[in-house]
Nanobody, 125 residues
Framework: QVQLVESGGGLVQAGGSLRLSCAASGRTFSFSAMGWFRQPPGKEREFVAA????????YYADSVKGRFTISRDNAKNTVYLQMNNLKPEDTAVYYC??????????????????WGQGTQVTVSS
């Protein structure tokens, strides 16, 4: 089995920074892409960022471009989300996800079949 575990969430003031981590453990295999999604309270889950595991091409939602950076460490089987200049509207549960094959585009939630349990990010004003 494969398990994805997010960490690094917490409470931060507007303008501050957080770095989220997502570590893959258990039976190992190569993801073709990993992504971050978030679900604000009372709203639907939305795409945040994604990265191709081999090659490292990145993709971002317009709302986080210039503020968030996704990266990966192949040796640690870990993907990161560096979040800078956080805003109250960034408050959400953040989920990491992985897929062995992308059929259409990395920003589609349906592309991913491995999911973490989520980590809470709260940005105070």
């Amino acid at each position: 089995q494969v398990q994805l575990v997010e960490s690094g969430g917490g409470l931060v003031q507007a303008g501050g920074s957080l770095r989220l981590s997502c570590a893959a453990s258990g039976r190992t295999f190569s993801f073709s892409a990993m992504g971050w999604f978030r679900q604000p309270p009372g709203k639907e889950r939305e795409f945040v960022a994604a990265i191709r595991w081999s090659g490292g091409s990145t993709y971002y939602a317009d709302s986080v471009k210039g503020r968030f950076t996704i990266s990966r460490d192949n040796a640690k089987n870990t993907v990161y989300l560096q979040m800078n200049n956080l805003k109250p509207e960034d408050t959400a549960v953040y989920y990491c996800a992985g897929t062995r094959r992308v059929y259409s585009a990395t920003y589609y939630e349906a592309e991913y079949n491995y999911w973490g349990q989520g980590t809470q990010v709260t940005v105070s004003s």
